[in-house]
C-alpha cells in the first residue's frame, strides 16, 4: 500500500507539473497521453486534485491549475523573499540598481523580493506586491523564456515605468519555480557586463533553493 500510494502522489505531481508549463489547458485524453497513464488513472487523479481546487475545468472540458496552486504558492513566497535577500543584496550594491525577485502567478509576474541600493543618489523605487503582465518587462520576459527552455537574460526600457531600463534573468534548473531575478534603473544599464551579473545572481538562487 505505501508503495501504490507513492505511486500516486508521484503521478499527481507530474500532472501538476504539466499544467504549470504554461501551454493552454489540455483535454484528459491529452494528459494521460503525455503522462503515459490509461484515461481511467488520469480521470481518477483529476478527481482527487478538482476536489481539493488544485485543478479546474472548463465549459470546453480541458484542464487548468486551480487556486489552490495559488495558496501554496503564496504560502512559499515569504521562505522566498528569505532566502533571495542576500543575493539581492549583493547585486544592487555591485550594479548600483534596485533588483528584484520576480515570480509568475499564471499569465502574471509578483515582485516578492526587492532591495534598492545604498549608495545611489536616485534609483527606481520599485515595491513588493506589485504585478505586471508576463509579457511586459525584463522580469516578465525571462521567466517566459525560462518557458521555452532559454536561460539567458532579458532587455526591456519603458515598459512598466517610463524611462525605467530593465535586465533580468531566469532562475534556473528549479523544477517547482518560475522566476526571474533582475535589476531597474533610470541610468543607462550596461547589458555586456550587467547582464551576465544578473546571470550569475539567478545561477546562484537556484543553488540555493535546490
Not at 489547458?25 to 497513464?37: D, I, K, M, N, Q
Not at 488513472?41 to 472548463?58: I, K, M, P
Not at 486551480?66 to 542576500?86: I, T
Not at 549608495?119 to 521555452?148: C, F, K, N
Request: aromatic share 4%; no cysteine.
Amino acid at each position: 500500500m505505501p508503495a501504490e500510494s507513492s505511486q500516486t502522489l508521484e503521478r499527481g505531481l507530474r500532472l501538476l507539473r504539466l499544467l504549470a508549463d504554461g501551454r493552454p489547458g489540455r483535454t484528459p485524453t491529452e494528459l494521460a497521453a503525455e503522462l503515459g497513464l490509461s484515461r481511467p488513472a488520469v480521470y481518477r487523479l483529476l478527481t482527487t486534485l478538482q476536489s481539493e481546487g488544485f485543478v479546474r475545468r472548463d465549459g470546453d472540458g480541458r484542464v487548468h491549475l486551480g487556486f489552490g496552486v495559488l495558496v501554496l504558492a503564496r504560502a512559499v513566497q515569504p521562505l522566498l523573499r528569505e532566502g533571495a535577500l542576500p543575493t539581492l543584496r549583493r547585486l544592487a550594491e555591485e550594479v548600483g540598481a534596485t533588483a528584484h525577485l520576480t515570480v509568475a502567478e499564471g499569465d502574471d509576474g509578483l515582485a516578492v523580493a526587492v532591495v534598492e541600493p545604498s549608495w545611489t543618489d536616485m534609483h527606481v523605487a520599485y515595491r513588493e506586491g506589485s504585478r505586471h503582465p508576463l509579457t511586459r518587462g525584463a522580469a516578465g520576459l525571462a521567466i517566459l523564456a525560462l518557458r521555452q527552455g532559454r536561460t539567458a537574460y532579458a532587455i526591456s526600457e519603458g515598459q512598466l515605468q517610463e524611462g525605467a531600463r530593465g535586465i533580468a534573468a531566469p532562475v534556473p534548473g528549479v523544477p517547482w519555480l518560475e522566476a526571474s531575478v533582475g535589476v531597474v534603473s533610470f541610468t543607462p544599464l550596461a547589458p555586456e557586463s550587467i547582464g551576465p551579473r544578473v546571470a550569475a545572481a539567478a545561477a546562484e538562487l537556484a543553488a540555493a533553493l535546490a
